[in-house]
């Protein structure tokens, strides 16, 4: 049974930098990619940065350069290192796990932890 459970959310000033962690298990590193999304209110579900089974990463357009996700296999822990904050980051920020070779497409639709929310003030 795949689990996830996210901390680190919290408010920020814009510019500002914020780390989210994502506890793991039950995830078979090599079977399932992983990585966040982000639902702000009234939009779409946004992938935005993933980490696929052999190490290599994807990101969103609107977070390349800005974002940085990593993973400890040792800790079962996923990070989303989050730079020059904006304040249309601000969203709500799911840890998922998917089984596709197109995961930040398909990241949305995988499992999913409760969520941590991200608040950027201008």
């Known amino acids: 049974q795949v689990q996830l459970v996210e901390s680190g959310g919290g408010s920020v000033q814009a510019g500002g930098s914020l780390t989210l962690s994502c506890g793991a298990s039950?995830?078979?590193?090599?079977?399932?990619?992983m990585g966040w999304f982000r639902q702000a209110p009234e939009k779409e579900r946004e992938g935005v940065a993933t980490i696929a089974s052999d190490g290599s990463r994807a990101y969103a357009d609107s977070v390349m350069g800005r974002f940085t996700i990593s993973r400890d296999n040792a800790k079962n822990t996923l990070y989303l290192h989050m730079n020059s904050l904006k304040s249309e980051d601000t969203a709500m920020y799911y840890c998922?796990?998917?089984?596709?070779?197109?995961?930040?497409?398909?990241?949305?639709?995988?499992?999913r932890g409760q969520g941590t929310q991200v608040t950027v003030s201008s």
């Open positions: 039950g995830v078979t590193y090599y079977r399932y990619c």
């Open positions: 998922a796990a998917v089984s596709s070779r197109t995961c930040l497409r398909d990241l949305v639709f995988g499992f």
